[in-house]
């Protein structure tokens, strides 16, 4: 076959995950470029990939043929979208993309929809019967005399943590349900918090689950993180992935581990999580499978079958590049 060219849209700041991408090619002997696709000449992730291109914003009209331009200029044989604000629009595309050839690591137009409205995940968890945080009606809080402090309130369609705030008083609920657009509120859920990063095939079976326990987090995403083999995370993450109508790829599913012993699911992000670098290095190694699975040589994988307790503390790093270059 020619070179395995893998194109990663809205690159960022994911450098551990591009170095994972090319070891896995070396690994599996395969020639390949890794490009970068992204709006800032100085993305971080860009300057360890081998080619990197520059894009127009996700939401303006060109950026599909902008992609298309890329792909076929560089041979490209598979698409990882990173962010959120594409993948519905990727998905939705994925057909045009496919008639030449090229894959799109991105679930179905579906999985987008139930995954970015925090309404229709709710009702997606109580489908798929497990436990979720109720949606509660602000109005009756505020009104009501049996409220039961505090609440948590975030947008329906947020992400990185942005906007969710702790709600301690009717007070707080009234002036915070109009300063955060499109908010929602949820009884507040306490316990431990676990991240999962799980492999869907291309049929959607669940492959691998690895949960990580959130020790601490800078900016929604995780700083330091332990895997922990828990069964009946494991198993509860899997049931979660293998309800949702068409999910492929690294799915990325949060959930809280509470003092009573239950497991109440709280988010579904459908592509490679911040602190995938940690399950990566446990040895569920998501960049080789998913490179076999779109090569058509995945083989079985254990769901467990990565080292437990292991802990990751991340820290800054740099990276220096003369300024002509950005």
Not at 19 to 42: C, M, P, Q, Y
Not at 102 to 130: L, Q, Y
Not at 184 to 210: P, S
Not at 298 to 304: F, G, N, Y
Request: with cysteine; net charge positive.
């Amino acid at each position: 076959m020619g070179s395995f060219n893998i194109l990663f849209t809205s690159a960022g700041r994911r450098v551990s995950l591009l170095r994972s991408f090319r070891r896995s090619l070396e690994a599996l002997g395969l020639r390949g470029n890794i490009v970068t696709a992204d709006i800032s000449k100085s993305a971080p992730a860009s300057f360890v990939a081998d080619i990197r291109e520059l894009v127009p914003p996700v939401v303006a009209p060109g950026y599909i043929e902008a992609l298309k331009a890329i792909c076929r200029k560089r041979r490209i044989k598979l698409v990882v979208p990173l962010i959120d604000t594409e993948l519905s629009i990727l998905a939705h595309n994925r057909k045009e993309f496919e008639n030449t050839g090229i894959s799109i690591a991105v679930s179905s137009p579906e999985v987008n929809e139930i995954c970015f409205d925090k309404r229709k995940t709710s009702e997606f968890f109580k489908k798929a019967g497990v436990q979720t945080p109720e949606i509660l009606d602000p109005k009756a809080i505020i009104n009501g005399t049996a409220a039961k402090f505090p609440y948590l309130l975030k947008p329906f369609n947020g992400n990185s943590s942005i906007g969710v705030t702790k709600i301690r008083s009717a007070k707080e609920l009234e002036f915070f349900i109009s300063y955060v657009p499109d908010a929602i509120v949820q009884e507040l859920v306490t316990g431990e918090e676990y991240t999962l990063d799980i492999l869907a095939d291309l049929n959607g079976r669940v492959r691998c689950v690895v949960p990580r326990l959130r020790i601490e987090t800078r900016s929604g995403e995780v700083s330091k993180g332990m895997t922990v083999k828990n069964t009946e995370i494991i198993n509860a993450g899997k049931k979660v992935v293998e309800a949702l109508p068409g999910a492929v790829g690294c799915i990325t599913v949060q959930c809280f581990l509470t003092p009573e012993g239950e497991i109440k699911f709280i988010e579904i992000n459908p592509r490679f999580g911040g602190g995938i670098p940690l399950s990566i290095k446990a040895g569920a190694d998501f960049p080789r499978w998913i490179i076999e699975m779109y090569l058509g040589r995945l083989s079985e994988i254990a769901l467990d079958g990565w080292e437990d307790g292991l802990v990751m503390l991340r820290y800054d790093d740099e990276i220096f590049t003369l300024k002509k270059l950005i």
